[in-house]
């Protein structure tokens, strides 16, 4: 069956410019993730949607990220004015939802950002 | 202190060695364990889960030790393929969000 995924899946950007990345989780997950992955790096927790409640964003480096899920579905992860220590590959993952059996995550590949 | 830490390796062994991994975490509250494999420049993709009565499946084996807040990954006759990055998650709810928490990860290498 299909699995998550993101498009696109390289993006190389100006420093300044506003970019938009894009999540399709797998069908009948109602909890998505992102995450960003530096060079090297672990894993960094960005936003947290469930269901049609609130998103945690509490991940979030700056105001210059925000993220939209529209129900259970798509979601776009967007950066505005991007700054070159924004580059990195920027992972979704979805998951069944709540309880501990359920939140098996399945990642997406990835859209490696490049701001130059 | 990092809410979950990992020895970064390398882990470098050969061929059919035994190896393991611990992780170890600091939030009491930790319900949900997990271990992943990464590979290089790919996504993490789960490995096992981990239960309280520890689990095997073929050769890995995870264990759970509440007590002193710490999770161990053995791996038996380690394979060529086995070489990735191996990420540990720990996941508590607070409140009902569950917000997984990645470790840095533990580099395996093993070679002929």
């Known amino acids: 069956g299909a699995g998550v995924s993101q498009s696109p899946s390289n993006k190389v950007t100006e420093k300044g410019k506003d970019v938009e990345l894009r999540c399709d989780p797998i069908?009948?997950?109602?909890?998505l993730y992102w995450y960003r992955q530096r060079l090297g790096q672990g894993l960094e927790f960005l936003i947290y949607f469930q269901g049609n409640s609130a998103p945690d964003k509490s991940g979030l480096p700056s105001d210059r990220f925000s993220a939209e899920r529209t129900g259970e579905s798509v979601s776009t992860l967007t950066i505005q004015r991007t700054q070159q220590e924004d580059s990195a590959v920027y992972l979704c993952?979805?998951?069944?939802?709540?309880?501990?059996?359920?939140?098996?995550?399945?990642f997406g590949p990835g859209t490696r950002l490049t701001v130059l | 202190r990092k809410e979950v830490e990992q020895d970064p390796g390398p882990f470098n062994v050969p061929e059919g060695a035994t190896v393991a991994f611990n992780c170890t975490y600091s939030?009491?509250?930790?319900?949900?364990f997990f271990w992943y494999r990464q590979d290089c420049r790919k996504e993490p993709k789960l490995l096992m889960s981990v239960y309280s009565s520890g689990n095997e499946d073929g050769r890995f084996t995870a264990q759970l030790n509440r007590a002193s807040q710490y999770i161990s990954l053995l791996i038996r006759d380690s394979k060529l393929s086995d070489s990735a990055t191996y990420l540990c998650v720990v996941t508590a709810d607070p409140g009902g969000s569950y917000i997984p928490t990645f470790g840095r990860g533990t580099s395996l290498i093993v070679h002929p």
């Open positions: 069908s009948g997950h109602t909890a």
């Open positions: 993952a979805s998951s069944l939802g709540y309880g501990t059996i359920n939140n098996e995550q399945f």
């Open positions: 939030n009491s509250a930790s319900q949900s």
